[in-house]
């Protein structure tokens, strides 16, 4: 009797284990299949947290999934040391399964950041400045102040900056975002200088570089950037000036207004190419990819001059008799009168 009482006992007791193995495997699927969020909502892992932190913070966005399912899910899973810091999106109607491998493998919130062809150093770094979720570590965000604090193998920033769509997550610093885009220029210009073409009136990839700067802020038009090139390349062979605005207008500095008059022209800066020869002393922008391969591999052509041409593109002229009637259109144009060609 008493071993038939044991076996019972024994029996019994197996059977109420099963029943609540039964029963918190049935509550954990039903967890499992519960929604962690209704709508997106944004949760963010800190660096050095637990999992137990993890869990707290998804039972806050959810208080029906309570934490102890969310943290031994992790642990079943193999994933409570895997989870990655950052800011995380909880997708509407998302289940813990999926939220915590989106976890482990790191698939934060990503932001972009457009940095625009033809804008100066100074602007890049004030548009990383004033970027969201950029962690600021810089004091000084002067281009000067960069080149100090980086590190930078660079006299002068400009130029050396790539201008592109950066994409980062939350916590991304300031320092992380200069240096891609330095290591990205480094890399664009070595590889448009590595394929350049033979008998180039430059003699270095930071003259390429220059040049590349004064053809991006010479031309919107990405079909005509090899022609300008073309142009540079044939009065830089020539010893003529190369006689551009854009030039000019970067060495004003605070006093260009938005108009350049003549008497711009004749007073000499470092960066006045009608009253010097040869290339500026610095890059005037950042080049976008088109126009290093543009100044490193120009287009063949007789022109020597050009002018808008008052359809946003320019009018090429390989005399100067041609180029001063082009002028006189251009002119015209602004004024809105119609010249015969």
């Given at each position: 009797?008493?071993?038939?009482?044991?076996?019972?006992?024994?029996?019994?007791?197996?059977?109420?284990?099963?029943?609540?193995?039964?029963?918190?495997?049935?509550?954990?699927?039903?967890?499992?299949?519960?929604?962690?969020?209704e709508s997106p909502v944004p949760v963010v892992v800190e660096r050095g947290e637990?999992?137990?932190?993890?869990?707290?913070?998804?039972?806050?966005?959810?208080?029906?999934?309570?934490?102890?399912?969310?943290?031994?899910?992790?642990?079943?899973?193999?994933?409570?040391?895997?989870?990655?810091?950052?800011?995380?999106?909880?997708?509407?109607?998302?289940?813990?399964?999926?939220?915590?491998?989106?976890?482990?493998?790191?698939?934060?919130?990503?932001y972009s950041l457009t940095i625009p062809e033809g804008v100066t150093a100074r602007r890049f770094l004030e548009i990383v400045g004033s970027a969201p979720h950029i962690e600021r570590t810089l004091e000084d965000l002067s281009p000067e102040g960069v080149i100090e604090a980086?590190?930078?193998?660079?006299?002068?920033?400009?130029?050396?900056?790539?201008?592109?769509?950066?994409?980062?997550s939350a916590g991304t610093t300031d320092r992380q975002l200069i240096r891609l885009a330095h290591?990205?220029?480094?890399?664009?210009?070595?590889?448009?200088?590595?394929?350049?073409?033979?008998?180039?009136?430059?003699d270095s990839p930071y003259e390429a570089l220059i040049l590349a700067s004064v053809i991006e802020r010479e031309t919107a038009v990405p079909d005509e950037r090899g022609e300008v090139a073309g142009v540079f390349v044939n009065r830089l062979e020539r010893g003529m000036?190369?006689?551009?605005?854009?030039?000019?207008?970067?060495?004003m500095g605070d006093d260009y207004d938005g108009v350049l008059l003549s008497r711009h022209l004749r007073e000499d800066t470092p960066y006045n190419t009608y009253t010097?020869?040869?290339?500026?002393?610095?890059?005037?922008?950042?080049?976008?990819?088109?126009?290093?391969?543009?100044a490193t591999r120009p287009e063949e052509t007789d022109a020597l001059f050009f002018v808008a041409d008052g359809t946003g593109g320019h009018h090429f002229s390989r005399s100067l008799d041609?180029?001063?009637?082009?002028?006189l259109r251009w002119r015209a144009h602004q004024r809105g009168e119609a010249v015969a060609r």
């Open positions: 009797m008493r071993r038939a009482i044991g076996v019972f006992v024994i029996w019994a007791g197996g059977m109420a284990l099963l029943a609540t193995l039964f029963f918190a495997v049935s509550e954990a699927y039903r967890f499992w299949q519960m929604p962690v969020a637990t999992m137990r932190d993890v869990a707290a913070s998804i039972h806050a966005v959810n208080p029906a999934l309570p934490e102890a399912v969310i943290y031994w899910t992790a642990r079943f899973r193999g994933q409570s040391r895997a989870i990655q810091s950052g800011e995380y999106e909880i997708a509407a109607g998302e289940r813990l399964g999926r939220l915590l491998d989106r976890m482990a493998a790191g698939d934060v919130v990503e980086l590190e930078l193998p660079v006299e002068h920033l400009e130029g050396w900056l790539y201008p592109d769509t950066y994409r980062y290591r990205k220029m480094r890399e664009a210009l070595d590889g448009a200088w590595s394929a350049r073409a033979e008998g180039l009136p430059v000036r190369l006689q551009t605005d854009p030039t000019v207008i970067y060495g010097r020869d040869g290339l500026p002393p610095t890059p005037i922008a950042l080049p976008s990819k088109d126009s290093l391969v543009a041609e180029h001063n009637r082009a002028v």
